[in-house]
């Protein structure tokens, strides 16, 4: 149980253009989901924590405006990149927290991103 | 404010012998612990937790973690590494006044050689 997918799990977009990630909890119902960036051979870096229903609390330093975070319902939560550029190329991973367990979380596979 | 501290970004073990990755964290309140693995270009994996109760834990793979309060430490264990160990080890620490996010450590990659 507690399975986190992602998709698309690679992409490439042409700078300028805008990217949208998807993150989906299949087995059970995700109050919380959390989406980090890594960038190579680095920890995780939280960006923003999204609550269902709600709007999304990003972190200092994290551009709202550019990064887009939804969370419409209690089985999917999506990162939407707007107007991308090379610096935004990195690995992006979401996790999601669920029910009385709100201490653990169950993280997606990633979204390799990469902005030419 | 959580910390987490990894002692060796890089830690090189040949395969059969102990495994041994290091975190120390800091906490004003008690704190939840995880290990997490990493391989190249996946998500994490939850290999062990330490919320409550029993202070050595085991989780999957032949790992366990033992926490100390005393020198705020979850160091990881493993008596006998396996070529498929390696792998990027991130710990993490969260607790009740955080709910579920997690602070992670700088992680430590761990080669196996043969």
């Known amino acids: 149980g507690a399975v986190v997918s992602q998709h698309p799990s690679r992409v490439i977009c042409k700078s300028g253009t805008s990217v949208k990630i998807e993150c989906r909890s299949l087995d059970f119902q995700a109050t919380t989901m959390f989406w980090y960036r890594q960038f190579p051979k680095k920890s995780l870096m939280l960006m923003a924590t999204s609550n269902e229903g709600s709007k999304a609390t990003y972190e200092q330093g994290v551009e709202k405006d550019k990064f887009l975070i939804n969370h419409a319902s209690l089985t999917l939560s999506t990162l939407t990149v707007t107007s991308a550029h090379p610096e935004d190329s990195s690995f992006y991973i979401c996790?999601?927290?669920?029910?009385?367990?709100?201490?653990?979380?169950?993280f997606g596979p990633g979204t390799r991103l990469t902005v030419t | 404010a959580q910390s987490v501290t990894q002692l060796g970004s890089h830690v090189s073990v040949s395969e059969g012998a102990l495994v041994l990755l290091r975190c120390n964290y800091s906490?004003?309140?008690?704190?939840?612990l995880f290990w997490y693995v990493q391989y190249p270009n996946q998500g994490l994996q939850l290999l062990l937790k330490y919320t409550t109760g029993a202070t050595l834990v085991k989780g999957i793979n032949g790992f366990e973690a033992e926490f100390k309060k005393s020198e705020t430490s979850f160091h990881l264990t493993k008596p006998s590494a396996h070529m498929s160990d390696a792998a990027e080890y991130f710990c993490a620490v969260s607790d009740q006044t955080s709910g579920s996010r997690l602070t992670f450590g700088e992680g430590t990659q761990l080669t196996v050689n043969p």
């Open positions: 906490s004003s309140v008690p704190p939840y």
């Open positions: 996790s999601a927290g669920a029910g009385a367990r709100l201490y653990e979380q169950y």
